[in-house]
């Protein structure tokens, strides 16, 4: 059967199972363009590329399948780098296909010619340059198996005009061999006994959770090995959801802003037993001055990691999944063994007690009679379906939303990790709603976040995806303000945005939206309850937030984790 490149291109997403894309035409990619009109596959068309990246980021992450975007050439694909910076950091499946001019015009400065291979290369884990036809399925098959084994992440296929327009025979690859990548999935089985051992004798051990166990779908089996030993969890920002927040050995978030018993718990620990985790600055504070006392078992799949930042005792490569359950046979195998492990109760007890005396709290007292946002945040998550989808921006709002919003089901919380990226949270939710039509979406965004991508709710509107848009209006950059405050002695440089330009509720309207303005607290709760009601279109609700309210606790930066400032009076 002879196809066009364009239309291998096509099929061979629909032979990947690609359900949907995200995505923007323009010169170079039109000729793909035309074939996704006979199509199965959905196309959103956003109003910016870095929306139609983090589209397709936020659909990976509440789906666990590969989020596909696509643009054209020069500046579109430079739109989409952020994006996937943005996912290579948190090692999110995403497969962006960008146009290319011909390749015979490839390296003249041709118009809307950007050497987009080059520039991504340090921000995905492959990428293609198409030349021959003939090869576009072999290429589709290799960059998802690429995408979504080992550590996941972004990959690029760059697609020159020409290859579209040639002819081809079709085939699809019977499988898929790239010498070099064998991603290593079984951890060492000596590593695997040594590290059940250290468990069983540790008397202040704590599980570090991160993102690497949702990656893995390796929550249920992290339930069973803390069912079994009985030892705490903290679970990192890109872990919410991983080990749930009502259970009674939930710690909480660690890190800058983590809550006091999670980071103190780390601090005091004589065993950090680290699962998908990767030891970023904002959980470790000052390096040296971090978990001093703690052997390290650090368990992930990427080689890289282990040993990048601290050095583990027990160093494992595997996947996460596979390595816990190998640890529980481990533990297990000799039940005698098991029962003489050491007695970690006065250790469950001291955290218990540090949770009593520091808890996550704030002053409902405004003087200017301003919303806490920890209350808006409160009573969303109380409004709101127990397996509500919450994606956030990146700030004061973030760090609110991860700290009191209650995160009891695996891949509920989305949000922009490591790259820490403005405007993620409308698009995310989008990717996310496509993704699971059916679950409740809530953006979380600050008044900051939401001017860099508010028109993707016009993508939102058209195309009939009611995601619920939470904007917290401080009226600041606020987490730069918070910084300024107590660092910067009180400077307020360039932080400041005005309270009513844009008016954010006319904005929405204008872009097709439900919109709402909260002023007191009366209103909060039911102006959610009215927002929760409204499913054929998006909805925003605007809440005056308190530009004074600052995100406790907090580890100062370059700071050991033992200097944690619990509140203001601290």
């Not at 939930?250 to 718990?265: E, K, Q």
């Not at 703690?294 to 080689?303: E, R």
Request: aromatic share 8%; proline share 7%; hydrophobic share 40%.
């Amino acid at each position: 059967m002879k196809l066009t490149g364009a239309q291998a291109l096509i099929k061979s997403l629909e032979m990947q199972g690609v359900d949907v894309m995200f995505g923007l035409p323009g010169g170079a990619i039109l000729p793909v363009y035309d074939p996704i009109i006979d199509s199965p596959i959905r196309h959103i068309l956003v109003r910016h590329e870095q929306g139609a990246g983090h589209m397709a980021e936020g659909y990976a992450q509440a789906t666990g399948r590969p989020g596909v975007a696509m643009v054209t050439s020069g500046p579109a694909a430079t739109n989409i780098v952020t994006p996937l910076a943005d996912a290579y950091m948190d090692s999110v499946p995403i497969v962006v296909i960008t146009g290319q001019v011909a390749t015979s015009a490839i390296g003249t400065d041709a118009f809307q010619e950007a050497d987009i291979t080059g520039i991504s290369m340090s921000v995905t884990k492959h990428n293609w340059l198409v030349t021959d036809a003939k090869d576009i399925p072999q290429i589709v098959a290799e960059a998802f198996h690429v995408a979504t084994t080992g550590r996941p992440g972004p990959v690029l296929i760059d697609f020159p005009k020409d290859v579209a327009t040639s002819q081809m025979d079709w085939y699809w690859p019977e499988s898929v061999d790239l010498p070099g990548y064998h991603p290593n999935l079984k951890g060492h089985t000596k590593m695997v006994g040594t590290a059940a051992k250290m468990i069983l004798e540790a008397k202040r051990p704590v599980f570090y959770v991160g993102g690497g166990v949702l990656k893995a779908h390796a929550s249920e089996a992290l339930m069973n090995l803390v069912e079994l030993t009985g030892i705490p969890v903290v679970t990192t920002l890109m872990a919410r959801g991983a080990f749930p927040d009502d259970h009674p050995l939930c710690l909480g978030m660690p890190g800058m802003h983590g809550n006091y018993t999670a980071v103190t718990a780390m601090q005091k620990s004589d065993l950090l037993i680290a699962l998908g985790s990767r030891f970023d600055d904002r959980v470790t504070g000052k390096v040296s001055g971090f978990a001093p006392d703690a052997k390290i078992i650090h368990v992930d799949i990427d080689p890289a990691e282990l040993g990048k930042v601290r050095r583990p005792d027990v160093p494992i490569v595997g996947d996460v999944r596979i390595v816990i359950e190998d640890i529980i046979k481990a533990i297990t195998a000799d039940s005698e063994t098991y029962q003489r492990k050491e007695d970690i109760s006065q250790w469950i007890q001291t955290l218990k007690e540090w949770q009593e005396k520091y808890p996550l709290r704030y002053s409902n007292a405004s003087e200017n009679g301003a919303l806490k946002p920890q209350y808006v945040i409160e009573s969303l998550r109380d409004l709101a379906p127990n397996d509500t989808i919450v994606t956030s921006g990146v700030g004061q709002h973030q760090m609110w939303a991860s700290q009191y919003w209650k995160f009891n089901f695996p891949y509920t919380w989305i949000n922009s990790g490591g790259l820490g990226t403005m405007g993620f949270s409308i698009p995310a939710a989008i990717g996310a709603k496509v993704g699971k039509p059916d679950k409740t979406v809530w953006a979380i965004d600050g008044d900051g976040c939401f001017q860099m991508t508010a028109q993707e709710l016009v993508t939102a509107s058209i195309e009939r995806i009611p995601i619920k848009v939470a904007l917290l209006n401080n009226s600041y950059l606020g987490m730069v303000r918070q910084w300024q405050e107590m660092f910067y002695d009180e400077r307020y440089s360039e932080v400041y945005l005005s309270p009513d330009l844009p008016d954010y509720v006319k904005w929405s309207e204008a872009m097709g939206c439900a919109a709402f303005r909260v002023d007191n607290m009366e209103d909060v709760g039911p102006t959610i309850e009215k927002a929760n009601q409204i499913n054929d279109r998006p909805v925003v609700i605007e809440f005056r937030t308190d530009s004074s309210e600052k995100v406790f606790p907090m580890v100062p930066a370059g700071a050991s984790n033992d200097d944690i400032i619990v509140g203001p009076e601290s």
